[in-house]
């Protein structure tokens, strides 16, 4: 039988590969017909597995050992909660894996994890993110690379700064950035139909930027923010009307979750840090080694949004994955200070999964776990 | 599914008949019988209480006395004639006892007029401990072996419940109001969007919805009485779904189990959420064949991604697992033979065990009582309250879920108390399509026909020696016949137009259903002067042509058959056995000489032995392929394949819900139906279409037979409701019981009113018409569009109407998806802006119809009013959107609940296609329906049998005469028929318009196609002949002025407004009638 890590990859698969071809072909999603493989044989791998479970469990709770990977919309809503959630199909979990969700619940789209464990699986190769990216950077392949990278900063700080924005904005960033112009182009699609509210326009988050959901509520309509941390910002979400939805474009959906909402704190960081004149700061430089660097490399900075301190420690175990930082004397792991008040002692759990978890000592391998605060107390800004 | 009983099995069939005929029944020849036999109920007031339920217990048990025909394939059939305990002449039929068999005969009087039982179900489960094997693609098997599971997961089954209640139950209007208040406060306190059910109920329906007519006039009532069968008319925005809802809930608060019948299974799915979120266990019930799951999935996946605006990733509803599709033994298959399992196709009852070489039994899966794929069936048997679509009602009930074999009906009549069937009119319609089936065999839409016969005989050559290979090599030796005598066919029509025939002769050919009895009646009219002989001696030689070759076919060709005449039958012989064409024409003519000489024609008389050799070539061909589809038909339903839409067309009743309901009034009708395809310039033949149509049984009489399925058992009560169930010209829809109750509105505000305008287009001066434009239709169709939206000055706008400052939207109804997508194509090449605001209405998005490219699928019908600011105009065919889908301004807008559209174009008037049976199905049908109402005049069996027999002639006429007359209003010769047309597609109408005043508001028709109105369109006037919409208002008028004050209540209430428009147009030019004209 299949291990628990070998199951949620298989799953990690399919969810990466329906989103694709969902995005792709804008078909609503069936069983049969046009259901990939890859999700196919997930679902039927975890079916078989909670006959299993059931047959342990002697019949007890049968209320909770209902099939429901045997249907194709139940899987996917249950993958919006990390497996120790799902019912009936693994009961004790040792595994960090557990605790991830394979779909955003709020965005609905694949989480990291997901694309993370479909490139563990040989699948991350032509994930839409990373279609995106490749061809941004064949574009700049062509240029300098001071000024590919300028280039690269300024195209990913338009998107994260504007996930919503009229056509004639984009028109006019295609028309001034004509090297990569055309691939931000592509990145902008129009607005869906739920997104339109009863007055014919669109509205979008004053805090994320991204498009608001117009709810019916009692006799009045209301703006949601799909963004959790919106919705809970201390100040609340403020609709700003954009207008006539045929006017306005939205950033790719992949592109939303990897960049936008990630990008938020970045964003926010690189402002504050950069009213200090002491040192000068970039975004995302030298193609995105890091989110915040300076000039001389003496100073890193990856932002990290992650709830649960362990899973922030145990992602910088391993450092394949973190090698831009490794080029920076200073490694900094800047985590925003709502997680941190939220946590006691987040930043020291964080760091002791990470020795905890570390198998060998890499040498200038040192990250530093600070909050927003301390990183900006320790650069002054 | 009931079995005979076990005394029976010990006597010939023909015994057991024989003492139901001359026993029981007291008949003297088996001739009669079929009359008596048919289930018909009227035969319960001429035969004593033991026949009547003798006869119902022979039905039940599957004995086959449907036809005189099938009663002497019995007596040929039954061997050793002499051990007989009656001697059945071949010939006359004539029934006499033998000598000391009083005893037995005795015995099975006894026998038979016990209840047959049903057949148990024996549920073998594969062991889970051992190793097991499942089918593959391609022949192939793969071995699977379970871990961890040593015992099968049994399904539990339906538990024995007590019979259904027993006595009338009476819901009054305080109950409603109980019901309704305690639902909103359900809804309070559960944080759900509330449904206002007590606002829906006093202030939408009046605080007394319900009057009844008794005694001639009409009275408030303050309870409603179910008893039996029970008509509720709900006039239109009474509430009748508010009712349903009201009473599932209150009835399962008294104890009583529902079942609730509507138009399509996502609308039971609404009705079933909605219960569940007040507490009543409520299940759907849908088919759980391969076919049917894959097409509620699909349509659940195109209602969740239209409900949530996306493709629906990440999406759900508590209705998802119900139609689950996974299967639990395919995680256990190895990687590398994933791609190798057949899709959506599990091994559910398909799995063998015992080692690879062992032979293969049918165990069903270890899993199945936990597997997802099965959790909507498991479910029902716990639930009070069942939702489903009426088709369900035929469906065989899984056997690992009750402990006999049984339909859902019949499931339904045992458990549930109270049946309800909403918009009750249609289900009627659906009823009557499975009465008749029909299969396309050859040319044109026949591949699907042509791939069945190959996939057989794939599987029959796969060289398997057993029961299941064996009825596949005859479904597939039958086949192939067919393709072989249809070849001829039309070979021989080619022919036949190039020397030219009779007239007579090819009306026939084009215009009849091909079989004995038409084929001889056309003979018999070409020669009626030349020759003395009586029309009966026509039929009769026919009638022995088609028993020779029947008995050759069934039986051993070789053997002698003293019955059939020598000649013939040798010829018969020979003619079955014939390689090659030549040699088969050689046969026939040899047949047709003898006809010839039988009919007296002189050696001399060439054009009339031409003739005759015509007539017996095409009969020879055609009895030949009507046996031939016979044996497909049965070979099929042995080996468990039901030919549905997948492989050939067959809505039929299955053979386990005939004996519930009557046999057609027409008997046992078949035959061939022969389409000739023209090239349009020159007029050559291009293709020759066959299709097989025959025409059964009468399935509407089913929600009646409910109350009492099987004769004897008490059945649930059952409630018919709908709005447009009253209009006695249509055939299809018109609902024989009269209303018991009608919902109405007390406080009626002023009802809507529509505008009706005809703007016919004139091309070359000719006025420009669609329906029955022939191949020229669709260059008709796109002028109109050009016509009207071609126009720079007039866009959308121009053509909306405002309700409260909002301009309401346009729409454009048309026949087919196919049109919807010319229209499309017309509007962009007329203005591309135009057609960015215009919406066209697919079944389901494909590459160049999706919902960017401005399509929506008919499932997102009710969600239209949601995205509304994203189109201005909607093409879409009229059957497209599911009744009780109201296409609405959503919450919040202020037109909330109001008709989203308010101009509606009618570019082509609704016409049925050569292929739409509807029609003719509702006329059998109405005519099967009075020959099964009981009989109150003292009638005595021989006058009874003998009028039925002439009903069976007469109905076989009408079918005759409507076949010729390609059911078109404009051929119609006879006035009532052209009014039971008009009524159907008036019924119609009313409920494509009724979408545009939904909420009280008013509508804008306009009627383009000049066919609504040819003479004015020409610069005549129209009267009720000439103008459908003219004959239309000449029925309502004459209903809202006639005598009867209850069809007149209703017709004003439901048509009046319709007739206001009529009246009222200045664009249709009338003359006044003639007297009497249309009398």
């Known amino acids: 039988m299949l291990s628990f890590e070998e199951v949620f990859r298989s799953a990690a698969v399919g969810v990466v590969e329906l989103f694709k071809q969902s995005e792709r072909t804008g078909e609503p999603i069936k069983e049969i017909g046009n259901e990939p493989p890859e999700m196919r044989q997930a679902r039927a791998i975890m079916s078989s597995r909670a006959a299993v479970n059931y047959a342990a469990s002697k019949g007890e709770n049968a209320e909770k050992h209902i099939d429901l990977t045997a249907s194709l919309h139940e899987t996917l809503s249950m993958f919006k909660k990390p497996a120790c959630e799902w019912p009936g199909y693994y009961r004790e979990l040792e595994s960090d894996l557990a605790y991830y969700p394979l779909i955003n619940s709020e965005l609905l789209t694949p989480e990291r994890i997901a694309y993370d464990q479909a490139d563990v699986a040989g699948r991350m190769s032509d994930i839409e993110e990373n279609a995106h990216y490749s061809r941004l950077m064949t574009a700049i392949d062509e240029l300098s690379p001071v000024v590919g990278s300028a280039l690269y900063t300024r195209a990913r700080q338009f998107i994260v700064e504007g996930p919503v924005r009229r056509a004639r904005e984009v028109r006019d960033f295609v028309f001034t950035n004509g090297e990569i112009g055309q691939v931000i182009e592509e990145a902008y699609k129009p607005v869906q139909q739920q997104y339109v509210s009863l007055d014919g326009k669109v509205r979008r988050c004053s805090c994320c930027g991204n498009l608001l959901l117009p709810v019916q509520l009692s006799d009045a309509e209301q703006f949601v923010c799909r963004y959790r941390d919106c919705r809970s910002h201390e100040k609340g979400v403020t609709p700003e009307v954009v207008g006539d939805p045929r006017e306005v474009k939205v950033v790719d959906k992949s592109l939303l979750t990897f960049w936008v909402f990630p990008g938020l704190d970045e964003i926010e960081l690189y402002q504050t840090l950069s009213k200090s004149k002491a040192r000068v700061w970039s975004l995302y430089p030298n193609f995105d080694e890091v989110d915040i660097g300076d000039s001389a490399r003496e100073v890193g900075i990856d932002v990290k949004s992650y709830a649960r301190p362990g899973s922030l420690g145990a992602s910088f175990a391993a450092i394949t994955a973190k090698e831009g930082l490794l080029r920076y004397r200073r490694q900094i792991v800047a985590v925003p200070d709502r997680l941190v008040k939220g946590h006691p002692d987040y930043l020291l759990k964080a760091e002791r999964e990470m020795v905890a978890r570390r198998s060998k000592v890499v040498p200038g391998w040192n990250p530093e776990f600070m909050s927003f605060s301390q990183v900006l107390k320790e650069f002054e800004a | ?1079």
């Open chain 2, 1 to 1079: 599914m009931r079995s005979r009983n076990i005394v029976l099995k010990k006597y010939e069939d023909l015994d057991v008949v024989c003492v139901v005929a001359r026993e029981i029944i007291g008949l003297g020849d088996l001739n009669k019988l079929p009359e008596l036999t048919s289930g018909l109920r009227s035969v319960d007031s001429v035969v004593s209480e033991e026949a009547a339920v003798a006869i119902r217990h022979l039905r039940l048990m599957g004995y086959k006395v449907n036809s005189v025909g099938q009663i002497k394939a019995m007596v040929e059939s039954t061997k050793n004639a002499d051990e007989l305990l009656f001697n059945v002449h071949k010939e006359t039929l004539i029934v006499s006892a033998r000598s000391g068999t009083s005893v037995q005969v005795e015995e099975i009087r006894n026998a038979v007029l016990e209840l047959p039982q049903r057949r148990s179900t024996e549920v073998r489960y594969a062991d889970p401990s051992k190793p097991f094997w499942i089918p593959m693609k391609h022949n192939s098997t793969h071995r699977i072996e379970l871990q961890g599971i040593s015992e099968p997961f049994v399904q539990a089954t339906h538990p024995e419940l007590p019979r259904p209640a027993e006595g009338p139950i009476t819901i009054s209007t305080r109950d409603l109001l109980d019901a309704a208040r305690e639902m909103d406060r359900m809804d309070i306190e559960g944080g759900h969007q509330p449904e206002k059910w007590m606002a829906r109920l006093v202030k939408d329906a009046g605080l007394t919805p319900v009057i009844c007519f008794k005694d001639h006039e009409f009275k408030d009532v303050s309870e409603i009485t179910i008893d039996g069968l029970c008509n509720v008319l709900g006039l239109p925005g009474t509430g009748k779904t508010t009712l349903i809802n009201l009473l599932v809930y209150l009835l399962k608060k008294r104890g009583y189990r529902t079942a609730t019948f509507t138009t399509s299974v996502a609308v039971a799915d609404q009705l079933r959420r909605m219960q569940s979120r007040y507490g009543v266990k409520s299940e759907l019930m849908f088919g759980s064949s391969n076919s049917a799951k894959e097409r509620h999935a699909a349509n659940f996946g195109d209602f969740i991604a239209a409900e949530n605006g996306d493709a629906g990733f990440g999406h759900t509803n508590e209705s998802a697992i119900l139609f689950a599709t996974g299967c639990m033994l395919e995680g256990h298959v190895m990687a590398d033979r994933y791609d190798q399992l057949p899709e959506n196709n599990p091994p559910c009852r398909s799995i063998s065990q015992g080692g690879k070489n062992a032979v293969r039994s049918k165990l069903t899966c270890p899993m199945i009582g936990i597997c997802g794929r099965h959790e909507s069936s498991r479910r029902l048997a716990a639930a009070d309250a069942w939702f489903g679509h009426m088709s369900i009602l035929e469906v065989k009930v899984p056997e690992t879920m009750v402990a006999e074999k049984m339909t859902y009906a019949e499931l339904v009549a045992q458990q549930m108390d109270v049946v309800f069937i909403d918009e009750a009119d249609a289900a009627q319609k659906a009823l009557d399509a499975k009465g008749s089936e029909r299969i396309k065999l050859y040319g044109k839409d026949a591949e699907k026909y042509q791939k069945l016969v190959n996939e057989i005989g794939s599987k029959s050559s796969a060289g398997k020696i057993n029961w299941k290979a064996a009825a596949e090599k005859r479904a597939h030796d039958a086949a192939t016949g067919i393709l072989r005598h249809l070849s001829v066919l039309d070979l021989f029509f080619r022919k036949l137009e190039e020397r030219g025939c009779d007239r007579r002769f090819k009306k026939l050919v084009h215009d009849s259903i091909l079989n004995t009895s038409t084929i001889m009646g056309s003979l018999y009219s070409c020669l009626e002067k030349q020759t003395s002989i009586s029309k009966d001696r026509f039929y009769e030689l026919g009638t022995e042509l088609e028993s020779g070759l029947r008995t050759v076919y069934f039986f051993d060709a070789n053997k002698d058959r003293a019955r059939v005449e020598n000649r013939l039958h040798e010829l018969c012989t020979a003619y079955s056995g014939t390689a090659t064409n030549d040699l088969a024409n050689a046969h026939v003519n040899s047949i047709a000489n003898i006809f010839s000489d039988a009919l007296e024609l002189p050696d001399e008389d060439s054009v009339n032995r031409q003739l005759v050799t015509d007539h017996v070539a095409v009969l020879c061909h055609v009895i030949s392929c009507l046996l031939h589809v016979e044996t497909v038909l049965r070979a099929l339903a042995f080996i468990g394949v039901k030919p549905d839409d997948n492989t050939i067309k067959s809505d039929l009743f299955t053979k386990d819900m005939l004996p519930f309901v009557a046999e057609s009034v027409a008997g046992r009708l078949s035959g061939l139906r022969v389409e000739i395809e023209r090239h349009e310039a020159d007029r050559t033949i291009t293709g020759v279409n066959i299709e097989y149509q025959s025409y059964v049984a009468t399935p509407r009489l089913l929600p009646a037979r409910l109350t009492r399925l099987s004769g004897s058992e008490r059945g649930p009560h059952v409630v018919m409701l709908s709005a447009t169930s009253y209009l006695p010209e249509s055939k299809t829809y018109h609902l024989r019981r009269r209303p018991d109750y009608i919902l109405s509105r007390v406080q009626a505000g002023e009802s809507s009113q529509y505008k009706f305008s005809f703007a016919s287009t004139t091309y070359r001066g000719s006025p420009v018409h669609v329906s029955g434009a022939g191949a020229d239709r669709e260059v008709n169709l796109r002028m109109i569009i050009r016509e009207v939206f071609g126009d720079a000055n007039k866009t959308f706008e121009f053509y909306k109407l405002k309700e409260g400052g909002v301009d309401r939207k346009i729409a454009i109804v048309v026949n087919s998806y196919d049109q919807v997508n010319m229209v499309l194509d017309e509007i962009q090449r007329c203005s591309p802006s135009l057609r960015k605001r215009a919406i066209g209405i697919v079944s389901s998005y494909k590459d160049t119809q999706k919902r960017e490219s401005g399509y929506r699928t008919a499932q997102e019908a009710s969600l239209l009013g949601r995205d509304h600011f994203d189109w201005d105009a909607i093409v879409f065919p009229a059957a497209a959107f599911g009744r009780g889908v109201n296409v609405v301004y959503p919450e919040g807008h202020e037109l909330h609940g109001k008709a989203l559209i308010g101009t509606m174009f009618f570019p082509i008037r609704p016409h049925p296609s050569a292929e739409d049976m509807t029609f003719l199905q509702g006329v059998v049908a109405v005519m099967s329906e009075e020959a099964d109402q009981p009989i109150s005049s003292v009638v005595d069996l021989e006058t009874f049998i003998e009028k039925r027999r002439k009903l069976r002639h007469v109905a076989k006429s009408r079918i005759s005469e409507i076949l010729e007359m390609g059911g078109s209003p404009l051929k119609l010769g006879a006035a009532q028929d052209a009014s039971s047309f008009a009524a159907n597609i008036l019924v119609e109408l009313n409920q494509v318009m009724g979408r545009a005043i939904r909420g009280g508001v008013n509508a804008n028709i306009v009627f383009l196609d000049a066919a609504w109105a040819p003479l004015t369109a020409s610069g005549g006037f129209d009267t009720a002949e000439s103008s459908i919409l003219l004959r239309m208002a000449m029925i309502i008028e004459q209903h809202v002025a006639g005598t009867d004050p209850l069809t007149a209540h209703i017709i004003d209430n439901l048509y009046g407004n319709i007739l206001a428009a009529i009246r009222s147009t200045k664009t249709i030019r009338t003359e006044k009638p003639k007297e009497n004209e249309f009398e």
